[in-house]
């Protein structure tokens, strides 16, 4: 189940957010942050799955916009990637 989404500009900055479990307002703003920075720093010769806390990050890079998913563990990372995509081709025909 995917926890969160964050889609974060190069800089770290955070372009929209939607949280499908509750987090505090507090909460929310330290994990764009820690979650961005790991995002972000990441060489894009290494695989788009991070281990944070008890969940995964799966996030992928399109033009200059991250986009990252939240799961638990046990979830498929390629599932996610594929979710991913085809948002990302929505937004493309929307926009």
């Known amino acids: 189940m995917i926890q969160f989404l964050l889609l974060l500009s190069r800089h770290g900055k955070t372009r929209l957010s939607k949280y499908y479990s509750h987090f505090s307002h507090k909460e929310r703003q330290a ?29 992928r890079r399109y033009a200059s916009l991250y986009f990252a998913a939240c ?22 025909r929307y926009f």
Do not use: A
């Open 31 to 59: 994990i764009q942050k820690e979650v961005g920075t790991m995002v972000i720093g990441r060489s894009s010769r290494l695989t788009h799955f991070l281990e944070w806390r008890e969940y995964k990050i799966v996030f």
């Open 71 to 92: 799961i638990e563990k046990d979830d498929n990372e390629l599932i996610v990637l594929d979710v991913i995509h085809h948002f990302v081709e929505v937004l493309d």
